[in-house]
């Protein structure tokens, strides 16, 4: 299906954040543009702002004059709805309220020809909703561009019950031709990445909550070791928690109560003490001037340690045997389950039961859970937890083993899956169950968590690696610990294992 013609007039309607920069984007690829605002003279400003915006990327080089000249002469303040009659496509991007925006749509209907495309950028809404009560519903569709559209690559496109794939491919097409990376969903809450990211802010909100560690520690742990641009609190700061409980709050409801996207009491906390986050100066951490910035707890170790055991294969934390024997740690290799022993000290990859659990389970001494990485030859930092009876000087001769490799160790509270472990099964787990349900599938799952939250791997493909069996025996575990259904494990997850199979095979 081909992208949309060049000549096809453009009209994007509200010259707020969103619509000012979707109208750049189609702008800059060459469509003529038409931009409207109720609030008057907001259009006319917004053209103003991506002028100036242009203005600088010509500065640094990045564009050039005749292009800046030729995208600005391409986009027109149209004050008057009327003016967008002659319009093909057109991409609503005004306040987020179903009753206004089915308004809007109905007047378009009575405004714009029969062939002319409605999208709404909506994150939150339903675009079977929007659709419905309309003479053609299946004129519309979610064109959901992420903040700032001229930078971010992602663009969801939504279909509705009534939105024809052959439409859902030409906007595909066409977002592709406007440099973007679009993907196809279902209308269903939150989309893609707003249903999948969930659980990236809940588990770190669960483990502060339960006493896991501090946020710096939980913070630095999903940087260093998870390999994610930023921790869920720095994050959500950054967000607002407003906005970010509001998310959740949404998708929550709109599951029906589904504990998977149960809010966290301790983000309203935040919410109800106008505490948002750095727009407010103060969230999680205090952004008053001045105020110390709160650093990651970890730990250090005397213990002298020149050698260690490898029992069997320990799959992805494979990776960090070279990094020991490039600092002259001897290692040593014979058979068994998958364990690192060290002095007294025996080391596993946690698969979700808490360590004293799993020691008493497997009846082993001196137990220390390791946390997942992304990468165990490059990351900086790794989370352990103990058993109940590790022996302090056992726990010394782990660290200093992991300190050999030049990783910095945080310990956690003895809590199922630690902090990234638990965080990546639990986003593989969404992408899987929205993989079932015909939401996306893995290739765009993977592809929108990457170019719309930035994700350092996509959460399906993280878990082919990891391999599934473990990720499905995480949340088992999980699930057993808790008793909640919040950790169920995915059917889809659950066959692929059945069937030796991996989400991208
Ligand atoms: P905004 O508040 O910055 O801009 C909305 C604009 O729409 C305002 O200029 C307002 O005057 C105008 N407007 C309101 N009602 C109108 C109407 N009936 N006709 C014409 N113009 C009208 O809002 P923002 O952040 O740009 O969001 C717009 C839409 O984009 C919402 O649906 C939102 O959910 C969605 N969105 C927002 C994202 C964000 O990060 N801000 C990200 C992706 C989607």
């Excluded at 969103?18 to 003529?32: L, N, R, T």
Aim: aromatic share 4%; charged share 20%; glycine share 10%.
């Amino acid at each position: 299906m081909s992208a949309l013609n060049l000549s096809t007039v453009v009209a994007v309607i509200g010259a707020g954040a969103m619509g000012a920069g979707i109208a750049q984007v189609a702008a800059q690829a060459g469509h003529p543009v038409k931009l409207h605002d109720t609030r008057p003279g907001a259009a006319a400003q917004a053209i103003d702002g991506i002028d100036r915006q242009l203005g600088k990327l010509v500065e640094k080089g990045k564009l050039s004059a005749e292009a800046r000249a030729a995208t600005v002469a391409r986009l027109q303040p149209a004050d008057a709805i009327e003016a967008l009659a002659d319009a093909g496509l057109v991409i609503e991007a005004i306040v987020e309220n179903l009753d206004v925006k089915r308004g809007l749509l109905r007047q378009l209907e009575a405004l714009c020809s029969a062939e002319c495309i409605f999208a709404s950028n909506t994150s939150s809404l339903s675009i079977t909703s929007l659709a419905a009560g309309l003479a053609h519903p299946e004129r519309v569709i979610g064109m959901h561009f992420f903040n700032p559209a001229p930078l971010m690559a992602l663009v969801e496109i939504v279909s509705g019950l009534a939105t024809p794939r052959a439409l859902a491919d030409s906007l595909y097409a066409t977002a592709r031709a406007w440099g973007k990376q679009p993907v196809h969903t279902a209308s269903t809450p939150g989309f893609i990445v707003n249903r999948v990211a969930r659980p990236f802010y809940a588990e770190s909100l669960r483990l502060l909550q339960e006493g896991a560690a501090d946020c710096a520690t939980l913070d630095a742990l999903l940087r260093d070791a998870g390999g994610f641009r930023m921790g869920a609190f720095e994050l959500t700061d950054l967000i607002g928690h407003d906005v970010n409980y509001a998310v959740t709050c949404s998708v929550f409801a709109a599951y029906y109560g589904d504990f998977r996207f149960q809010p966290s009491l301790i983000q309203k906390e935040l919410v109800d003490a106008g505490r948002l986050g750095r727009k407010s100066g103060h969230g999680f951490y205090n952004y008053a001037e001045g105020a110390e910035r709160p650093q990651p707890v970890e730990l250090s170790s005397n213990a002298s340690v020149d050698s260690c055991v490898v029992e069997g294969d320990l799959g992805v934390v494979e990776a960090l045997i070279p990094r020991l024997q490039a600092a002259g740690v001897q290692v040593v290799r014979r058979d068994g389950s998958g364990l690192l022993r060290v002095g007294d000290a025996v080391l596993a990859l946690s698969d979700g039961r808490l360590a004293s659990q799993r020691a008493q389970d497997d009846g082993v001494r001196n137990l220390v859970l390791i946390d997942l990485a992304l990468d165990y030859s490059k990351a900086s930092r790794l989370a352990i937890t103990c058993a109940a009876d590790t022996s302090d000087g056992a726990r010394d001769q782990a660290v200093a083993l992991l300190q050999r490799a030049g990783l910095k160790v945080s310990q956690l509270a003895d809590l199922p899956g630690l902090a990234v472990l638990r965080t990546v099964a639990m986003l593989a787990n969404e992408g899987a169950d929205a993989v079932l349900q015909g939401v996306g599938s893995a290739a765009d799952i993977d592809l929108a968590m990457r170019a719309g939250v930035n994700y350092p791997q996509g959460p399906l493909a993280w878990a082919d690696t990891i391999g599934l069996p473990g990720v499905l025996r995480t949340l088992e575990h999980l699930q057993a610990s808790y008793g909640e259904s919040r950790y169920r494990p995915s059917l889809l997850l659950r066959r692929l294992v059945a069937e030796g199979r991996h989400f991208h095979d």
